[in-house]
């Protein structure tokens, strides 16, 4: 099983917690992008919360994240998140929609659910794997869905194409 128990929902820009909030108000002055509010398409926040410790995590817990929150918007031109633990500051992820892949995820073994982002994320200069934690509600799955199709509308030579004998 997941380690964390996951809810999420979509709300307004201005109803993520504060610290996310700012994380994201700050991002936006920095980088010039205009009105937080009204250039995001999308917004959702998850809450983890840890399960549960056992064993040696029992002895560990008090290093252990128990809580965690991640804000996640949706603009035209970037997927942008921050996560924020109980006990670690506010670290704010972007990617430019021009240069990642998305795809919801879901784990067998362990019950988990989020969006994979493969690609260009943040400041690296190789293709990563990033992964956004959420819950299985139907916000969460809008948003990946959301999030999916923005980057086929921005980059429509990443839809796969099928050769016609499979029906493409």
């Known amino acids: ?11 307004p820009v201005s ?4 610290e996310l909030l700012r994380a994201f108000q700050r991002y936006f ?9 009204t250039d995001t398409l999308l917004c959702c ?34 997927l942008i998140w921050v996560r924020k633990g109980d006990q670690s500051d506010a670290r ?6 021009n240069f990642i892949q998305v795809r919801a995820y879901t784990s067998f073994f362990t019950k988990d659910t989020g969006l994979e982002v493969f690609g260009y994320i943040g400041d690296s200069n190789t293709n990563v794997r990033g992964y956004i934690g959420m819950g299985s509600e139907p916000a969460a ?17 990443l839809q796969r194409k099928f050769p016609k004998w499979m029906g493409g």
């Open 1 to 11: 099983m997941s380690d964390y128990n996951r809810t999420t929902r979509e709300c």
């Open 15 to 18: 109803q993520l917690h504060p």
């Open 29 to 37: 002055q920095e980088h010039n992008l205009g009105d937080l509010e």
């Open 45 to 78: 926040e998850t809450i983890s919360t840890k399960k549960e410790f056992s064993g040696l995590a029992s002895m560990l817990k008090n290093e252990l994240e128990t809580s965690i929150r991640i804000g996640m918007i949706l603009t035209s031109k970037q």
């Open 92 to 97: 704010l992820t972007a990617a430019d929609l």
């Open 141 to 157: 799955q809008k948003f990946c869905e959301e999030v999916r199709k923005a980057i086929i509308i921005k980059n429509p030579e």
